[in-house]
Each structure stands twice: as C-alpha cells, then as structure tokens.
DNA sequence: TATTAGTCTATCGATTTAATAGACTAATAA
DNA sequence: TTATTAGTCTATTAAATCGATAGACTAATA
C-alpha cells in the first residue's frame, strides 16, 4: 500500500498540473481543496521539490508550480520520489536494490524470479503513465 | 513492498509444496534450510493454517502439509493472506477496501481510476500465477 | 510415560508513519 | 521601508506496525 504521503503528494501534484501552469499554487490553496493536513502537505511538497519534480516561489504571489511538462512526468518516478521501492522485494528493486540476509543465492531463488516478473508488469504501465494521462481524465 | 513475515511466508509453502505432500514437513527443517527465525514462522505458519492454506499434525511425525493441490492456489490469494491488500489505495481494494477521509467524492477521483488500474493489471498476472508455478522452477 | 512437535498468549524494542509546532527567511507591494 | 504574504527548516510527538522472542501448554506417537 502507498503511504498518505505518497496518496497527498500524488493528489497535489494532479491539483497542480490542473492549473496548467498558470502562476504559482498555493499550498493553502491545495491544502483545503483537496483535504490534506496543511503542514504535512508542506513536508511532501519540499520533498517534490527537492527532488526537481516540483519550483517554488516565496512572497506574495508565490508557491508551487511543475518544473516539467506533465508529458515528461511519469507515474513511477512519482511513486519512487514518494513511496520508495516499486518492487515487493528489496532484492529485486532496481533503484533501492538491498540483498536478502536469509538468500544463500539470490540467481537460484526462485521468489527473486516471480517477483522481478511482477515488478516488470507494474513498471511496464507505471513507466508509460504520466502525470498528464491523469489530468485529461 | 511485502513484509518480511510475507516473504517468510512465501519461502515456507515453496519449502512445503516442493515436498510433494509426502508426509508434513517440520519447522524446524524449514527454519534451518530457509534461514527463517523459527518462532517468527510459527506464527506464520498458524497464520496459513487459520486460513486454510495449510493443515498440520502434532506429535512425532507431525508437521505442516498443504491442504490443497498447489495448482488450485494462485499467488493472489497467498500474498492477500500474508500481507494484506494488493491494491495500492485502500479506495481500491476488492477485499480490504476501505474509503479515504479526504475525498469526497470517489467515482470522480482521479488516482482512484488509476489506481484501480494499476491494481487489475496486477492482479491478472498474480491470480494467473499459482503455487505450482513456482516450484516447477 | 517420555519425547516430539505444534499451539497459544504476551510482550518487547525498533522503526516508520502521520501529523504538528514554531521560529525563520524571502519576496512583494503599499 | 515595512507590513504582509508564503515558503523553509528543524524538531518533536503519538500511534501504529514490524520483526522477533519467551514460555507455558496441548496433542500425538513410540
């Protein structure tokens, strides 16, 4: 399961592709309108920017606002950004790969196999889904 | 990603069902060959063995057997069993589904139609995939 | 009746998650 | 230049979950 984290972040970032780039969004703004604890709210979206998904702007007249083109935003960047490891096993993620302490051999296992399969079939639609799939409804 | 109790769990019927069914198959050799904590999956396996997946025998000559022919126990169900929910949003999941407080309206959400997405293309390979495949290498 | 092996309850520490608090800094406009 | 707006940073907290262990108990067999 995605943590409320990952569920707030991906919520705020739809809300804020929505507006199409036009000026800076406020987090208050997303915050009421898409019920999201404020200060947590604020928390993840350092973490998109931090991470070059998302700009800010201080001030008046300031906010957040989509670094890139939604087209070029993928859905499994996201969730990685956010949620951590695609993969249901440590052993088999590609960007967070951890070995197991109880695998003598992980090319023999055959849990490591089943379960690179499966993260294959999630990214192969996480990959080609981006943020702008979601906004065109 | 699945908890390690999950993957525990996992190993253990691939343990078991690469037996055979001939006569259960004690903890302790499971432990040992698996490097699982015993304790630790014997609690797992009372888990399997409360839903039906497993049946065990006290005593000497005791142990845990499958309680079904593997072909008939699809992945879908094990990791259900063990871990919980497949679906990446409670908002989606067929047996544990659960509503989100902050959205007000779940048929125009959003990440709920795509997550809902996701977790049908998910379930088709893990409902397709049975024990049996797993052990036949 | 001794031994083997699963059952049950309970507890523990560590980690993660979700959320909040509050002081601070940058940008803007009057 | 200063009041206001709005994001930044650090830190703390409570609750939940995870991984593991302890120990007394019961059933089955030889």
Not at 78 to 104: H, Q, T
């Amino acid at each position: 399961m995605l943590s409320k984290k990952t569920k707030y972040g991906l919520k705020a970032l739809i809300y804020i592709a929505k507006q199409g780039g036009l000026g800076p969004v406020l987090i208050s703004d997303i915050s009421e309108k898409e019920n999201i604890p404020k200060k947590f709210l604020e928390t993840i979206l350092l973490d998109l920017k931090k991470f070059g998904i998302l700009g800010s702007k201080k001030g008046k007249g300031g906010g957040y606002y989509l670094m890139k083109d939604p087209k070029t935003i993928s859905m499994a960047t996201l969730i990685r950004v956010l949620d951590g490891p695609i993969a249901m096993l440590p052993c088999v993620s590609l960007n967070f790969y951890e070995p197991c302490d109880d695998c003598p051999n992980e090319k023999a296992c055959i849990l490591n196999h089943f379960m690179a399969e499966v993260r294959d079939n999630t990214l192969n639609l996480l990959q080609k889904k981006t943020l702008y799939d979601l906004i065109i409804v």
